[in-house]
């Protein structure tokens, strides 16, 4: 491996952190509501846990945020439904 395809190979990868930091900044200001309304009103320390995954996973995450899906759907199962007083049968 010559030392150019190293270099470029380096470039693409800061590129990319770098673009991830960005999209990071733009979900914990106000985008990741779009994502999941629940993690958009975590604590401080819960936010940035999640920051280098916001990072990495930039291009899922933003994808995600401009389909506005907002709150993920909660889990039908049989438990659920009699504590919010659905027929189970």
Do not use: K
Request: net charge positive; proline share 4%; charged share 15%.
């Amino acid at each position: 491996m010559t030392l150019e395809i190293a270099s470029g190979i380096a470039r693409v990868f800061y590129c990319y952190l770098i673009v991830g930091a960005g999209v990071a900044l733009w979900l914990q200001a106000g985008g990741l509501r779009r994502v999941d309304a629940t993690a958009a009103r975590g604590a401080w320390g819960f936010r940035l846990l999640i920051t280098p995954g916001l990072v990495l996973l930039w291009p899922f995450l933003l994808r995600a945020a401009l389909a506005g899906r907002g709150h993920p759907r909660a889990e039908r199962n049989p438990h659920r439904a009699a504590s919010h007083g659905e027929d189970v049968s």
